[in-house]
């Protein structure tokens, strides 16, 4: 799964051309799967445009947890899955250190994206201070133990996840494939328990900080990363066409 995050970034008009040029330089390519995460307004237009594309899918960035309501300003996962998503994005740091999402908070929007029938993409990672204090593990599991502990089987084999470490956002300064590998087994082992092996083996685990076209190939090839999950790399069709032809 190779997924772009366009953050606060690109606008109706601009994803559609966006898009458009990325469906005439892209065909299928066997077992790979491309998403979109456009700033909700710009939803409508990217999954409008990728319709007939069952390999490219199209993700919300955020919701609010409640069903509906009069919730100003916010969006529900029944809303986002009518204007075409697929995924949605859950438990992002931004969201976590801008917006002050408790891991409480990341558990509510988790199960109501599910109860909305969307595929949540969980994102868990350690700051830099919990890496240099070796806690990386410790944090992530408490961040998917959180979310999954109370669920089915069959729920948690409908989810996605990403391992971002805080760090490595937006800085430069990926993780090298070693490290991410270290973690996604991690992960693996905690879905496998929670799960068993026939649900957990069929999540795709991303890594994501700082994936680069320069880097893409090595993160991917590396054991247990089943995608990336890209921020400023996915903002220009180029640079993101290199990625996803990693
Ligand atoms: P960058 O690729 O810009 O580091 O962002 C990663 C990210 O936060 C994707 O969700």
Request: hydrophobic share 45%; net charge negative; charged share 20%.
């Amino acid at each position: 799964v190779l997924a772009a995050n366009w953050k606060m970034n690109i606008g109706p008009v601009e994803a559609a051309k966006f898009i458009a040029q990325f469906l005439a330089e892209y065909s299928p390519q066997e077992g790979k799967t491309v998403a979109f995460f456009p700033p909700a307004v710009s939803i409508a237009t990217v999954a409008t445009l990728v319709k007939h594309r069952a390999d490219i899918k199209v993700g919300v960035q955020n919701i609010w947890h409640r069903d509906n309501g009069a919730f100003t300003g916010e969006i529900s996962p029944e809303l986002a899955a009518e204007a075409g998503a697929y995924y949605c994005l859950v438990g992002h740091s931004e969201r976590r250190n801008e917006f002050a999402e408790s891991d409480d908070v990341v558990r509510q929007k988790f199960t109501a994206a599910l109860r909305a029938g969307l595929a949540p993409l969980l994102c868990v990672g350690e700051s830099r201070r919990e890496r240099v204090d070796g806690r990386t593990s410790e944090v992530v599991g408490r961040q998917l133990r959180t979310v999954i502990g109370e669920l089915d089987s069959s729920q948690i084999g409908a989810m996605a996840l990403a391992y971002e470490p805080v760090w490595a956002i937006g800085t430069g300064d990926n993780a090298t494939p070693e490290d991410a590998s270290q973690v996604h087994r991690q992960l693996r082992l905690l879905l496998r328990q929670a799960a068993g092996p026939v649900n957990a083996d069929r999540i795709p685990i991303l890594y994501g900080g700082s994936v680069k076209p320069d880097n893409a190939a090595r993160l991917l090839a590396a054991p247990d990363v089943d995608g990336v999950l890209v921020g400023g790399a996915s903002l220009d069709v180029a640079s993101w066409l290199q990625i996803v032809r990693a």
